[in-house]
């Protein structure tokens, strides 16, 4: 029976090292180790290039190798015959391989060392089981089994607040995660903001991530899934956040200060990237394969989600409420700096960007005219705001502030009167300064 | 005519350590081919070595070497990552013995051991005892005639010795 490349992936994922054998122009062999044998689709591998090797030298000059890999839990080898077409030095495999080396890298103690210079893409003509007699390793856990039953979990969602919480518990139940987190595409494209976690000691809502930023970044700017089945000190949030100045507020990132195991998918609809669905765990070589593909699936069905409901119209009338409290006892010092619209509460940092813009907009209407009701069709429109024409970052930006506020000012509330509408609700009079 | 390579007594003393062995060739056909070893033993003038493996396992690899191909064993020991290359025109298939498939059960259990400190689990005992038994052993001799230092980084490929 010929064996198909997808089922040798467990046998690609860096766990055991391969080999690669080659030929001199002479006739004269060499074997090397491979840090990595990357599954680009059922015909190609790709090898990493970190130096000037002799593979290298071989196979530029005589582009026939043989790889032998070899499956975790069996210990079964197999070999590929594989004809060696193109390097590539950017772009997605690129940039999926030179994190998953970073992994690898530091897993085999060359962190330092290794560096990726370029992804050398194979074509497999033929693959032989080296121990036909040996039992396969047991098969991973259903990864769509694992899908369904996050799907089950998610349910159905009326309101994209709901849709975020949700969609992070339910990959809980259906995956085993416990550490996760939701960022979403900013106006701008270049920065992505998290809306949602699940796990950490602080919520992190708020928190930025730059386009190419770490895995998350890399997942966003790519459109790919990148995961990482070992720890590494090089695509961690925490290196960047020592070295961030001081004197920028910044909303730190909650992730894990060492993750064995990191994946990010982007959210996508259609060709619009809307977010990325990070995951990560304590434990080496938690997600397959098969997990990656379970959770691109995921990562779509959500984008979908996410566009579908910040297009429902907004409801016509705000559902009667419960009299709002008087603000009482001392004001709050409220400063917002128009150069990055950030907004300061007694010299605490709370949000800035667009959330900050809307939050002073909304206590300056309150301030002149005493309105506490607001509909998201005017702040579409409202000329304030530095919104772009995508109806769902408003609706992202008012939870991102609603959750913000709940966490660092809940004497400000934005409270749900309906879908599209909500009510500022105040415990404590304003002081409005603008710099 | 070159002076004969002489492995340093460190070098030998290396390849007798639990090491991951493979040996490559190229085949007539001009296809390198790659074969795991499951055994090594040095000679006591540390020039020739015996290296064992299985007839089965290493079919490709050993019709190359008995069509000519130049033969070249890639020893790395886990726990390090320190490898070393050698090579040479030519290997000859030596018969096999009592004392090859005892050095060869030695050295498949000294690796088994090693991965098993590394944390690949107790069942890499029993996987690799499967798949590297000794009742089909096929025995190579050949002396190197160059040590390349293969440890992975940008050193790799350094020539240590040469005949």
């Given amino acids: 029976m010929k064996i198909s490349l997808e089922s040798l992936r467990p046998c690609l994922d860096g766990a055991i090292p391969a080999v690669v054998a080659t030929a001199a122009p002479d006739g004269t062999p060499n074997v090397a180790y491979a840090s990595q044998v990357h599954y680009v689709d059922p015909e190609h591998v790709a090898l990493?290039?970190?130096?000037f090797s002799k593979t290298r030298e071989n196979v530029l000059a005589h582009p026939y190798a043989q790889v032998q890999v070899i499956e975790p839990g069996s210990f079964r080898h197999f070999r590929l015959k594989v004809h060696y077409l193109r390097t590539e030095t950017s772009g997605p495999l690129f940039e999926y391989m030179k994190a998953q080396l970073a992994g690898i890298a530091e897993r085999t103690g060359m962190a330092k060392v290794f560096a990726l210079r370029g992804a050398d893409i194979y074509r497999v003509l033929d693959i032989e089981n080296a121990d036909p007699r040996q039992q396969p390793a047991p098969p991973p856990p259903d990864a769509l089994l694992k899908l369904r039953r996050t799907l089950d979990h998610l349910g159905a969602c009326d309101d994209l607040a709901q849709l975020a919480d949700r969609a992070l518990a339910a990959l809980a139940h259906g995956f085993g995660i416990r550490h996760a987190l939701l960022a979403m595409l900013d106006e701008t494209g270049g920065t992505l903001y998290t809306l949602a976690s699940l796990g950490y000691p602080a919520s992190g809502v708020g928190a930025e991530v730059a386009l190419g930023e770490g895995l998350i970044g890399v997942a966003a700017r790519e459109r790919i899934p990148v995961r990482i089945n070992h720890h590494t000190s090089e695509y961690t949030y925490h290196a960047a956040l020592c070295v961030a100045a001081p004197s920028s507020p910044r909303i730190p990132l909650p992730v894990l200060a060492n993750p064995h195991s990191q994946i990010a998918v982007p959210l996508t609809h259609g060709q619009r990237l809307v977010g990325v669905l990070y995951a990560e765990s304590e434990q080496n070589a938690f997600f397959s394969h098969a997990d990656e593909d379970a959770l691109v699936v995921y990562g779509r069905h959500l984008a979908a989600l996410v566009v579908q409901l910040a297009a429902l119209p907004d409801d016509t009338e705000p559902a009667l409420a419960a009299p709002p409290p008087q603000p009482s006892g001392p004001a709050l010092a409220v400063r917002y700096f128009v150069h990055d619209h950030s907004v300061f509460i007694d010299n605490d940092y709370l949000i800035k960007g667009v959330a900050g813009s809307i939050l002073w907009a909304l206590l300056n209407d309150y301030a002149q005219s005493g309105r506490r009701d607001?509909?998201?069709?005017?702040?579409?429109?409202?000329?304030?705001?530095?919104?772009?024409?995508?109806g769902d970052n408003l609706e992202t930006r008012l939870i991102l502030l609603q959750r913000r506020l709940a966490e660092r000012c809940p004497q400000i509330a934005l409270e749900k009167t309906g879908r599209g509408r909500f009510r500022l609700e105040l415990a404590r009079p304003l002081h409005l300064d603008s710099i | 005519m070159a002076t004969p390579l002489i492995l340093t007594p460190d070098q030998a003393a290396f390849l007798q350590g639990p090491l991951s062995m493979n040996v490559g060739a190229v085949g007539r056909d001009g296809w390198p081919c790659v074969s795991r070893a499951q055994g090594v033993i040095v000679a006591r003038d540390r020039r020739t070595l015996t290296l064992l493996l299985s007839a089965a396992r290493g079919r490709a690899v050993l019709e190359a070497l008995d069509a000519g191909s130049a033969i070249t064993l890639v020893a790395s020991r886990p726990a390090t990552h320190a490898t070393l290359q050698l090579k040479a025109a030519s290997a000859t298939r030596v018969a096999t013995n009592a004392a090859h498939r005892t050095a060869s059960a030695r050295c498949v259990t000294a690796f088994s051991d090693e991965?098993?400190?590394?944390?690949?689990?107790?069942?890499?005992?029993?996987?690799?005892?499967?798949i590297l038994p000794t009742d089909d052993l096929v025995a190579l001799r050949f002396a190197p005639e160059i040590v390349f230092d293969q440890t992975p980084g940008p050193d790799a490929g350094r020539v240590l010795a040469r005949a």
Avoid: H, I, M, W
Avoid at chain 1, 48 to 51: E, K
Avoid at chain 1, 374 to 390: G, Q, S, T, V
């Fill in chain 1, 48 to 51: 990493s290039f970190q130096f």
């Fill in chain 1, 374 to 390: 607001f509909c998201n069709r005017e702040l579409r429109r409202d000329p304030r705001l530095p919104l772009p024409d995508f």
């Fill in chain 2, 115 to 130: 991965l098993e400190t590394l944390g690949y689990g107790k069942s890499v005992r029993a996987a690799l005892a499967a």
